[in-house]
């Protein structure tokens, strides 16, 4: 079992969106959150320029069986990815294991992804 | 002991020349120019900061509550009573004459140009003031600063005398409260992180702009009493031309403002500014508000084009080069546009539209000399509070905002 964390562009969420429920992903995770990177947004209020170091993204989780590791990880670059600078990151780590609350039982069967 | 014959309105019986239209015309305009304070009120909360909303609201329910009662009580005669050529002593807790309106037609339309002029000193000094200082301050305003020069110009004083021409209150109201709104500033200083280490402006952006928009829209459509209701009669074909034609000038004003800001911000900075093409639209208001009557339709929109442009250069010039934080522009909008439209008045002013002759010398003398009185009885006014109680609230409470800790409710909960 594996965890795939995706920190994505706004814009893209609902392409993405289809793009998850297109494959073969049973659930996922998103929330907005704020970043702080090197790029920087020049803006001006009143006459007074500044620059906003705060960046909003969306992050979304899914954790998932091994062979849909890879499906899953290219349905999210396929639709994420703009070219410039900024289309996000995706992580890849362990997940040791899943209990369903409901029943009881454990292991990565309980992930009702599509087979 | 104060006896009901003193405080009960004493007011000459007249019905004769009373006349019910231009009553009716009167007391619409003085709902319109009320409907200017929650104008202002959206204005000045739209562009601070969330954690201050409902203190910069609460300032705005003051002035107008303070304003009533003591212009009731002192104001109106400081203004409108016989006196000398600087203020007036007579008729206190309001002692008025029927003319073409009753009396109290007059004294509430005078009530609610006496809030206007204390509302613009509350958004320059947002967001560090002490809440009971501003209320003190608020009092003051409206008990004397106001109805004093009031009188030079409305009441009979000096500056009447010499032909001073101000129809409408670009020096009266909004002059007066941009010099004072200025000696707040000063007094006050800059909020905490508005300027780096090294003295360079920093934004700190208005929480709201939907708001700030809102109370803009408010503002023109109160300006439709402050102006035209101001010719103070409606019947007859010469006031109905009069009217029409100040509806016309003050809504010229507005867009012609409105665009020259749109344009200046998009040549100088990059974008056009919605928070400053707001600015820009009230700066065309205040500016043709003194001429409003007696300009023609071109030289209007000339007025608010040419005082939109010049509140645009203020509002740069006052936070980056003179350093003093006003954050809503009060000081540009009104100090500024009120002192050029004044002046443009004497510039501008046909004779042939309303009889009315402004010499470009005595403007510049009115709207200089109210000027100098507002300021610098405000800078006396705020140094002795600075002083003596103090004027400005703890850093704590100004970093974490007024509302939980002068008034203990916020304007937004979860």
């Known amino acids: ?115 | 002991m104060m006896t009901l014959d003193v405080i009960a309105p004493v007011v000459e019986e007249s019905k004769d020349f009373v006349n019910g239209l231009d009553t009716l015309w009167v007391l619409l305009g003085a709902m319109l120019v009320f409907w200017m304070q929650p104008g202002f009120a959206l204005v000045e909360a739209g562009l601070t900061q969330k954690k201050n909303t409902a203190n910069i609201l609460m300032k705005n329910f003051v002035d107008f509550m303070c304003g009533t009662v003591l212009y009731w009580i002192l104001g109106f005669s400081i203004m409108y009573g016989a006196g000398n050529a600087f203020f007036g002593w007579e008729g206190f807790f309001f002692i008025g004459e029927d003319s073409n309106v009753p009396a109290e037609c007059t004294f509430i339309f005078q009530t609610v140009f006496c809030a206007t002029t204390a509302t613009i000193v509350s958004g320059a000094m947002a967001e560090r003031t002490k809440f009971s200082m501003y209320i003190v301050i608020s009092v003051i305003i409206s008990m004397f600063v106001y109805p004093f020069e009031g009188h030079w110009s409305w009441g009979g004083g000096w500056l009447s005398e010499l032909g001073f021409h101000d129809f409408a209150g670009s020096t009266v109201v909004h002059l007066c409260g941009g010099a004072l709104a200025l000696a707040g500033a000063i007094v006050l200083g800059p909020r905490i992180d508005k300027y780096d280490k090294n003295g360079k402006s920093r934004a700190i952006p208005g929480h709201n702009l939907a708001l700030c928009a809102l109370g803009v829209f408010c503002l023109w459509v109160g300006w439709f009493g402050f102006n035209p209701c101001s010719t103070v009669a409606a019947t007859g074909y010469d006031n109905a031309v009069s009217m029409s034609h100040v509806f016309v000038t003050t809504n010229m004003a507005a867009a012609t403002g409105g665009i020259a800001a749109l344009v200046y911000t998009w040549v100088v900075d990059g974008k056009p500014s919605l928070s400053m093409v707001c600015n820009g639209v009230l700066a065309g208001l205040v500016g043709i508000t003194a001429g409003c009557d007696c300009v023609g339709i071109g030289a209007s929109a000339i007025i608010g084009l040419v005082v939109s442009i010049v509140m645009c250069f203020s509002v740069s010039f006052i936070d980056k080069v003179l350093k003093i934080d006003d954050p809503v522009g009060a000081v540009s909008v009104h100090g500024v546009g009120g002192l050029l439209g004044t002046i443009l008045t004497g510039v501008f002013c046909d004779s042939s539209i309303d009889g009315v002759e402004a010499d470009l010398g005595v403007q510049a003398l009115g709207a200089v000399a109210v000027a100098g009185f507002a300021f610098v009885v405000g800078m006396i006014i705020f140094n002795i509070i600075k002083h003596t109680h103090g004027l400005r609230c703890d850093k704590r409470i100004e970093l974490e905002g007024l509302d939980i800790y002068e008034h203990g409710e916020a304007a937004y909960n979860e």
């Open chain 1, 1 to 115: 079992m594996k965890k795939i964390e995706a920190i994505i562009r706004k814009t893209k969420f609902e392409e993405v969106k289809e793009a998850l429920l297109n494959s073969n992903i049973d659930w996922f995770e998103y929330y907005p959150v704020h970043g702080i990177g090197q790029s920087r947004q020049e803006r001006v209020y009143r006459g007074v320029q500044y620059s906003t170091d705060v960046i909003e993204r969306m992050k979304i989780a899914i954790v998932c069986r091994e062979m849909f590791v890879e499906s899953t990880i290219n349905a999210i670059m396929s639709v994420a990815r703009t070219g410039e600078v900024g289309d996000g990151r995706i992580f890849l780590s362990e997940v040791m294991d899943v209990w369903s609350i409901r029943t009881g039982e454990n292991g990565d069967t309980v992930l009702r992804d599509k087979k």
